[in-house]
């Protein structure tokens, strides 16, 4: 397997990344400790989750399935920054909430230390300084080993380096993006970033919610039990361009002989810049169907290919920076300026 320097550090991961937003939730303890297990056995080192996926849930999963001694074997990736209680402070990326978030984390995960401690969204009216003050008292404190950012704008990200720099931080290994086949806006400014400042993107959504893995047939109905069919946000991004755009990609798998889910997921891994996809199995069979792709190669024919059906740094799904929840954060932030 080939195993990737995770950003500039000396830490080496696989080239997929195990997610699990759905422990506790859709998958239960059982199946994802067994998910964690194979994954492990099958070479995957790396596994993300995030403080208030499930609750919770998720890192106790994570946690309960390394307890066995296969801690060490692991890059553990968790993240900090949504409403954990009604608490108006038990929230965000304050020094006071990280400081708390860390403790209850490393609590659920069973561990003395996390590997890379994610801000998991920018807050816009919070100072940059105060938060990588923080987390640099907790790389000096040993609880965590390095710092990322998730779906920051390339703008941010410049900022928190350059920040970093002045005053002699730990700064950002990586980046977490919204990044696959249907939106690839990341590679008109924070590709170049990434690579000109040695910066992993650990991309989520690699399969589009489940867009290029042959999900959905139409727009107007969307299958039971879909995410697509339970948030509305999903549901925007099922539409008749991005289906097009799906029947033409999985031409191309067909002719290769793949799944397409795992065409994507390649195709991910042979992009500039990218460490590792996060893959989010909500089954072992799931997890089954993309372990082929942690050995696999493609033709450098493939991608061209693909750039004719989603040109490089354009989109026909909305995953990127401009979707709702970032231009909330915009909003708030001017508003609170005027």
């Not at 209850?104 to 938060?131: A, G, K, M, N």
């Not at 919204?178 to 939106?183: T, V």
């Not at 946000?233 to 008749?240: C, G, K, L, N, Q």
Request: proline content about 7%.
């Amino acid at each position: 397997m080939d195993y990737r320097l995770l950003g500039r550090t000396g830490v080496k991961v696989s080239p997929l990344c195990l997610g699990t937003l759905n422990f506790g939730g859709s998958t239960p303890e059982a199946e994802g400790i067994r998910i964690i297990h194979k994954a492990l056995d099958a070479g995957i080192n790396f596994i993300d989750t995030a403080n208030r996926y499930r609750g919770g849930e998720s890192e106790r999963i994570v946690g309960k399935a390394l307890a066995d001694g296969r801690r060490d074997k692991v890059v553990l990736a968790t993240k900090f920054h949504g409403p954990m209680s009604e608490d108006p402070n038990d929230q965000g990326v304050s020094r006071r909430h990280i400081f708390q978030a860390v403790e209850t984390s490393l609590r659920r995960l069973q561990t003395d230390w996390i590997d890379l401690y994610q801000i998991h969204r920018p807050i816009f009216e919070v100072p940059q300084d105060e938060t990588l003050r923080a987390l640099d008292d907790l790389v000096r404190q040993g609880k965590v080993r390095y710092i990322g950012s998730s779906s920051f704008p390339a703008w941010m990200v410049m900022e928190a380096l350059a920040i970093s720099e002045r005053y002699n931080l730990a700064r950002l290994v990586t980046e977490q993006p919204p990044y696959n086949l249907l939106d690839r806006r990341i590679e008109n400014e924070l590709v170049p970033l990434a690579l000109r400042y040695n910066l992993g993107l650990i991309p989520w959504s690699p399969l589009a919610n489940g867009i290029l893995a042959g999900r959905y047939e139409s727009a107007d109905q969307l299958p039971e039990g879909s995410r697509a069919s339970r948030a509305g946000f999903i549901a925007e991004r099922v539409t008749p361009r991005s289906l097009e755009a799906f029947r033409q990609f999985a031409l191309v798998a067909q002719e290769l002989g793949i799944p397409p889910a795992q065409l994507a997921l390649v195709w991910l891994t042979h992009q500039p810049g990218v460490t590792a996809p996060i893959f989010g199995p909500r089954t072992e069979a799931h997890l089954d169907d993309v372990l082929p792709v942690l050995t696999m190669r493609l033709d450098p024919s493939v991608p061209e290919r693909l750039d004719q059906i989603v040109p490089p740094g354009s989109a026909v799904a909305d995953f990127h920076n401009s979707h709702g929840w970032m231009k909330m954060q915009l909003m708030i932030f001017y508003t609170s300026r005027t």
